[in-house]
């Protein structure tokens, strides 16, 4: 049992004590030095934490609290100085029910981690401790059970549920050859796989320790409270003190005071921070820290790597040219059947482009790759070559719009493929989203070449682009933008944003495909492969920061209201610290609705 618990339970049970003294045994004088040691006590546990709270810079806002305490038990005000010890105690326990519920989604993954793998041996089943998996194990993944490492299947076939991992609530086919991600759940047949990376380095796991990160990171947004404490504080007790100043009468300041705990700013700005992460979670986004939240409400500029973020990162043939009077499906066939038998990015888009032109590919012969070159080799007795102009032939050749790959047969320039990266076709709907917040200074930051990053970028409605950028460039440009346009935000994917993500205010990496430098270095990842997810981060910060305001000035203007109200005596202090519990749960009601999505 922790400590706030111990705390409620122990003001409890002395207040039922307190009334068995003074109702049933008709000893009020017991039943009041009872209650008077413990909320002296309680008084003095808070002004020596309210102490430490001062020395780190910050205004301790228990101090109404405890001059609440001190004054009902002071002026004879026991049960109503009990209340307050009920409500203080109370509203800590009940700040941590509603932290833990608000986190409930956040926590889901960690409740989830894979323990244990089958691992196979000699055709037996061995079950091991998943920290055990070594690269290259054969493991059995039973139906309705977890993957339990990144793997690629060797035998069997399913479907595996990837929901928790990609927000895809449709299930994967897999088969042999089929790589499947840890943490995903497979469906009803068993297949086995071969583990790929240990646990430590597998997509669940990877996702866990960044949910980890965002639950030790503490919202530096909390202190939201401290910026009303001060006026708040020096309000309450101009009204305590005309109050007794007017009716002469010292009890107005006890029935002041009672309702003007400060247990409203104590708690809805944190519930509603831990309200928003989690809802962040729930979109399929991790936000690693409250005040990650706080700026990208603030955020003035976003700045987009290019490929893999606002592009899809895969190559597709855009254009595609014969020359020399060579017919269009030769050429598209022996390029194809050359390039089938290279790992290259465009030699599988040419491949993929063939197969959608319904071609037969052919087996090549005597093939060589030339690194940063081009490939060669023989198709039907004919020469081949495709990669670069100046390696397949002698003549000029023509420039195209996108990346250029060029073929000849038999040392004749045969013609051109001209590729491009598909955009993401919600790019150019999240940048106008972006705008729509107040977001006006939008960059692409890339290391394509001028050409590829400023039509990208016009295709999305970015006007300033910055192309040919290394990873040291990329950090320049962010550091270098004027302080008008901070806080900052970079979105990136891949090892060279890595930089540019840790320095910007708010680093958002694409994360989907597993752990890597750019999901190390960023504040918030986002785990779908869906950069509308950019905007709707966004969205979740301006929401929940504009809860978290609104339920500490309804908590105050409550309290001032009743404080009015009570300096006329028309609130005796009993029911003044009722009051303040119905003030409390008002506050945190309405800072949990930072969780929902109808906002």
């Known amino acids: 049992m922790n400590s706030d618990k111990i705390k409620l339970y122990g003001t409890l049970t002395i207040g039922f004590i307190a009334a068995v003294l003074e109702f049933i045994f008709h000893l009020p004088y017991y039943a009041q030095l009872i209650i008077s040691i413990l909320g002296l ?12 709270v001062l020395k780190s810079g910050n205004f301790g806002i228990d101090l109404l609290a405890i001059t609440a305490i001190v004054a009902t038990i002071v002026l004879g005000q026991y049960w109503a100085g009990w209340i307050v010890l009920l409500m203080l105690t109370g509203g800590d326990t009940l700040e941590e029910y509603a932290a833990n519920k608000a986190k409930s989604e956040l926590k889901s993954l960690l409740d989830n981690t894979p323990s244990q793998a089958h691992l196979v041996s ?32 060797i035998e069997g076939n399913s479907e595996v ?9 449709v299930p994967v086919n897999v088969t042999t050859g089929t790589s499947v991600m840890s943490g995903s759940i497979n469906g009803e047949n068993p297949f086995k796989i071969k583990a790929e990376k240990i646990a430590a380095d597998s997509e669940y796991q990877a996702i866990v320790k960044l949910v980890k990160e965002s639950e030790t990171h503490p919202a530096h947004f909390v202190r939201l409270a401290d910026r009303y404490a001060v006026p708040f504080t020096l309000i309450a007790y101009i009204i305590a003190g005309l109050a007794w100043y007017i009716s002469k009468d010292p009890v107005r300041i006890a029935q002041v005071l009672v309702v003007a705990s400060p247990c409203p700013l104590i708690l809805a700005a944190p519930i509603a ?24 409400n603030a955020a003035k500029t976003v700045a987009f790597d290019k490929t893999g973020t606002i592009t899809m990162g ?11 009077g060579f017919d269009e499906k030769t050429v598209l066939s022996y ?7 290279s790992s290259h990015v465009m030699a599988e888009a040419i491949v993929n482009f063939a197969k959608e032109h319904n071609l037969s590919l052919y087996n090549a012969e005597d093939l060589k790759e030339i690194t940063a070159k081009g490939i060669v080799g023989k198709i039907q007795g004919h020469q081949v070559k495709v990669g670069q102009g100046s390696f397949v032939t002698d003549q000029k050749v023509e420039e195209v719009k996108g990346s250029g790959v060029y073929i000849s047969i038999d040392n004749q320039y045969a013609g051109s493929f001209s590729l491009l990266d598909q955009i993401r076709p919600e790019s150019k709907m999240t940048i106008q989203k972006l705008k729509d917040f107040g977001i006006q200074n939008i960059l692409m930051i890339s290391g394509d070449k001028k050409e590829a990053t400023e039509m990208v970028a016009s295709s999305v409605g970015i006007t300033k682009a910055y192309p040919s950028s290394l990873p040291a460039d990329k950090v320049r440009i962010i550091d270098n933008l004027d302080k008008d346009y901070h806080p900052t935000v970079m979105v990136g994917d891949g090892v060279n944003d890595a930089p540019a993500l840790a320095l910007a205010d708010v680093g ?12 190390e270095s960023a504040d918030a990842v986002i785990l779908q492969d869906d950069l509308s997810k950019v905007s709707t981060v966004v969205k979740i910060s301006h929401d929940t920061m504009r809860i978290a ?19 006329f005596g028309l609130i005796p202090t009993i029911i003044g610290a009722l009051c303040q519990e119905v003030v409390d749960t008002v506050a945190i009601l309405y800072a949990l609705r930072a969780r929902s999505d109808k906002l």
Not at 280 to 292: E, L, M, Q, Y
Not at 549 to 562: H, M, P, T
């Open 273 to 296: 921070f831990v309200s928003g992460m989690s809802r962040t979670s729930r979109n399929g986004i991790i936000v690693k820290s409250g005040t990650a939240l706080e700026k990208l």
């Open 314 to 324: 895969k190559l597709v043939v855009d254009d595609f040219q014969v020359t020399n």
């Open 508 to 519: 958002i990496a694409m994360g989907y495909k597993g752990a890597n430098a750019a999901s």
């Open 122 to 153: 000699k055709n037996d089943l061995v079950d091991v401790e998943i920290d055990d998996v070594k690269v290259g194990d054969e493991l059995l993944v039973r139906p309705k059970e977890q993957v339990p490492v990144d793997g690629i299947v």
């Open 549 to 567: 305001k609104e339920a500490v000035l309804l908590g105050i203007f409550i309290c001032i209201a009743l404080m009015v109200i009570a300096a």
């Open 335 to 341: 390029a194809a059947s050359l390039e089938q038998n």
């Open 161 to 169: 549920d990837e929901s928790s991992l990609t927000g895809e609530s």
């Open 41 to 52: 006590l309680l008084a003095l546990i808070m002004f020596i934490d309210m102490i430490k």
